[in-house]
T-cell receptor, first 114, second 115 residues
Framework: DAGVIQSPRHEVTEMGQEVTLRCKPI?????LFWYRQTMMRGLELLIY????????DSGMPEDRFSAKMPNASFSTLKIQPSEPRDSAVYFC????????????FGEGSRLTVL | SQQGEEDPQALSIQEGENATMNCSYK?????LQWYRQNSGRGLVHLIL?????REKHSGRLRVTLDTSKKSSSLLITASRAADTASYFC???????????????FGPGTSLSVIP
């Protein structure tokens, strides 16, 4: 299995631009998570899905952030408009079963907003 | 606020020595997990210990859990230079505010193993 695949690995954009981050979870995993990692705040859970349905989005920082999961093999995290404080590494993770708890992480998307 | 807090924030040891990292948390948990992150990479799951377990082993890793003290420790024995990484504890717990289960990560311990 290829693992969780994220794209792009690096994104540099200017303030005000729209950013879309993409994630392909491991096939057969029912749960998908989006995390954000910064030096100041560490790893923060933004949102997670179960069977393509958003379950808890209480970690999404603002209305500028939105996440979708149109099917079991694809999810997007969109920031519109982007701001410099959104600069971070965004991780997608998937899990086969919440009872087991183990999360499988992608390599992350490093976002820099100038 | 973060559920888990690791201690120490940074640890530097010689190859061959043991490394111990601690994690404290605030609320009741379903399980506690430890992850490793190499620089510039994603997190990799190391070990999971359930709330009704007290100790677990995996290779050179030993994890303990004390639910009465709300704390866990990760011991890496006979450390190697390749163990240099950041280590995170993550607690899986029901959130009071939302009633959803969430896996929340601590700030991590940065381990340097000097050859």
């Amino acid at each position: 299995d290829a693992g969780v695949i994220q794209s792009p690995r690096h994104e540099v954009t200017e303030m005000g631009q729209e950013v879309t981050l993409r994630c392909k979870p491991i096939s057969g995993h029912d749960y998908l998570f989006w995390y954000r990692q910064t030096m100041m705040r560490g790893l923060e859970l933004l949102i997670y899905f179960n069977n393509n349905v958003p379950i808890d989005d209480s970690g999404m920082p603002e209305d500028r952030f939105s996440a979708k999961m149109p099917n079991a093999s694809f999810s997007t995290l969109k920031i519109q408009p982007s701001e410099p404080r959104d600069s971070a590494v965004y991780f997608c993770a998937s899990s086969p079963d919440r009872n087991t708890g183990e999360l499988f992480f992608g390599e992350g998307s490093r976002l820099t907003v100038l | 606020s973060q559920q888990g807090e690791e201690d120490p924030q940074a640890l530097s040891i010689q190859e061959g020595e043991n490394a111990t990292m601690n994690c404290s948390y605030k609320t009741s948990i379903n399980n506690l997990q430890w992850y490793r992150q190499n620089s510039g990479r994603g997190l990799v799951h190391l070990i999971l210990i359930r709330s009704n377990e007290r100790e677990k082993h995996s290779g050179r890793l030993r994890v303990t859990l004390d639910t009465s003290k709300k704390s866990s420790s990760l011991l890496i024995t006979a450390s190697r230079a390749a163990d240099t990484a950041s280590y995170f504890c993550a607690t899986d717990a029901r959130q009071v505010k939302t009633s959803y289960d969430k896996v929340i990560f601590g700030p991590g311990t940065s381990l340097s193993v000097i050859p």
